[in-house]
């Protein structure tokens, strides 16, 4: 039966039951987005069994081009001699995380706790060594294009770096081209790439993405930032060979118990180390 209109008694309420009414805790949400790690596989990383178990400083040939002569009649060939070069590759990146787990954290916290702090160890690794490739790729000056506008490409600009590299014979239905965010959205609002009725097809943008351009394959990644300073890289167009990558060591946990701390100490490495072997098979696009 409902309480009358003049009920004059006190009730229970959350404020007085209070002490009774429990605090629950979820589980875990990562703080932050891990962003999407590309670079590795834009470049050769076939060197990662090689370099296993032993070594430093791997050697990578660099054949020179031969180059043919016109045959005169009753008259001896010239023997000519190539002389090649050579990429050095070495290893000397070598990162860790490391965390003390202490077993009253490990004990009163909610389960998974040790899970979730190793998979944000193995990520933090991650994510510097995509930062690492991609710095091999930006230290190329070889070819390179300034925007006309700061974070913005057109179609002639995206042209023009592939006509580049086209002249020194890269195939460039093999290269990947790598963009900022803010490149990515200016290719969404060229008409070229997204026009159903300039490129033949159903555009790109019914479902959501833009697969090839020209034939590449179009990335994004939030290494290339949005800072308008002149000279920031911005996008790359870069062929597989143009820089060689390798892990000597995969990226590891290791564990040990601490009595003296009363908990768990864990540490995740990893060992590696890239170098660019070929400048010119790398396009920049640069903030003008």
């Given amino acids: 039966m409902a309480l009358s ?15 009774f009414i429990p605090e629950i805790w979820t589980d875990g949400v990562k703080n932050y987005l891990e962003r999407a790690l590309v670079f590795e596989q834009v470049v050769d990383s076939s060197l990662n069994g090689l370099v296993k178990g032993r070594g430093d400083v791997f050697h990578i040939p ?18 000519s001699a190539s002389t090649h070069g050579e990429a050095q590759l070495t290893i000397n ?9 202490e077993d009253i954290a490990n004990v009163q916290a909610t389960p998974g706790l040790f899970e979730k702090e190793v998979s944000t160890m193995a990520y933090a690794l991650a994510k510097t060594y995509d930062a690492f490739i991609e710095s091999k790729i930006e230290a190329a000056t070889t070819n390179s294009t300034a925007l006309a506008a ?16 086209m002249e020194a014979d890269v195939p ?13 959205s200016a290719l969404l609002g060229i008409s070229d790439f997204v026009d159903a009725s300039k490129i033949g097809q ?3 943008t019914y479902n959501g993405q833009i697969g090839l351009l020209y034939g590449m394959n179009v990335l994004t990644s939030t290494v290339m930032g949005a800072a308008t300073d002149t000279g920031v890289e911005v ?6 060979s143009a820089v060689s990558v390798a892990r000597q060591l995969e990226p590891r946990v290791q564990t040990e118990y601490s009595v003296d701390f009363l908990g768990n100490k864990v540490v995740s490495d990893m060992l590696y180390g890239a170098v660019t072997v070929f400048e010119g098979r790398i396009q920049e696009f640069k903030n003008p």
Wanted: hydrophobic residues 40%.
């Fill in 62 to 79: 660099k054949l020179a081009e031969a180059s043919d002569a016109a045959k005169s009649a009753e008259t001896l060939v010239t023997y």
């Fill in 172 to 184: 460039i239905q093999e290269c990947n081209l790598i963009v900022s965010p803010a490149l990515y």
């Fill in 235 to 240: 996008g790359y167009i870069v062929h597989p």
């Fill in 93 to 101: 990146q070598h990162r860790y995380v490391a965390k003390l787990i």
């Fill in 202 to 204: 159903a555009s790109p």
């Fill in 5 to 19: 209109e003049n009920f004059s008694g006190a009730s229970i309420t959350t404020t007085t039951a209070a002490n």
């Fill in 150 to 165: 700061d974070n913005v490409i057109t179609a002639a600009e995206l042209r023009g770096g592939m006509k580049t590299l």
